[in-house]
């Protein structure tokens, strides 16, 4: 069984952190309707949702994903980059212990989990203006032991890693090369997100369907393809906070 934790909207949205985008009004009622929607669609996909409560000081904490790593034998909780996101972990923690042994990322280290790829036992660590080469050694001495490898990845004119790359199938990647080298991932497949799309290679991998974003037409062509099966939602307004499809949950078998 698969669990994902996800967190309701908080009120005070429009106050989230913005680095690469600019800001635009985020319509609270309608970005509350897309993430319902999200939820809605990882049940489709057969998973138990856990839903936490908006944190309303907390602009940013829809994007659970940035707050841990959770693997089969353990979990990583992050430390931002950002001071204001901090605070975000402490529901994070206290939900996961049930489930899982934590680790934490200690300073100087900073770590979103936006920048963790994982790949069989490989992990990608984006190298970004929130995660750092400190945090990358800290993750290697702790899953080291579960015979993991964590390597740091260059990434550039974007947020997080996984807004460059994810993975849409066991041996297949959907990247944008001009954020992201290919040459970091050996041994995998590549579909290249159409050059008009640069946000769309964001997506959530559930069993052999991803869920993608009804607003990346060009590349979804491409994933069809490619025999990708699509669980399409609107992701417009969630986008407006510089937030992803993966952004909004941490999956992990039970």
Not at 63 to 86: H, M, N, Y
Not at 204 to 226: F, G, N
Request: with cysteine; proline share 4%; aromatic share 6%.
């Amino acid at each position: 069984m698969l669990l994902a934790i996800t967190r309701a909207v908080s009120s005070s949205i429009n106050r989230c952190e913005l680095t690469h985008i600019s800001r635009t009004p985020i319509d609270y009622e309608r970005v509350a309707r897309q993430h319902h929607n999200y939820e809605n669609a990882l049940r489709s996909l057969g998973v138990e949702i856990l839903r936490l409560s908006a944190e309303p000081d907390l602009p940013d904490s829809v994007f659970v994903e940035d707050t841990a790593l959770v693997l089969d034998e353990c979990a990583v909780i992050t430390r931002s980059g950002v001071d204001s996101r901090k605070p975000e972990i402490i529901t994070i923690e206290k939900a996961l212990m049930p489930y899982r042994a934590l680790f934490h990322i200690k300073e100087p280290g900073t770590l979103d989990g936006g920048d963790i790829l994982c790949v069989g036992k490989n992990i990608y660590v984006g190298l970004s203006s929130r995660s750092n080469q400190h945090a990358i050694e800290q993750m290697q001495g702790y899953l080291k032991p579960f015979g993991y490898t964590v390597k740091g990845v260059s990434v550039s004119g974007c947020l997080h890693l996984k807004s460059a790359v994810t993975q849409v199938k066991d041996d297949t990647l959907l990247i944008n090369p001009e954020w992201v080298n290919k040459n970091n991932f050996p041994d995998v497949k590549f579909i290249d997100v159409e050059p008009s799309e640069p946000f769309a290679a964001n997506a959530v991998l559930i069993k052999d369907s991803i869920l993608y974003s009804t607003s990346y037409t060009k590349t979804q062509m491409r994933l069809a393809d490619a025999g990708t099966k699509m669980v399409l939602i609107d992701t417009d307004e969630i986008a407006k906070a510089e937030g992803a499809l993966t952004c909004c949950s941490l999956i992990f078998k039970r």
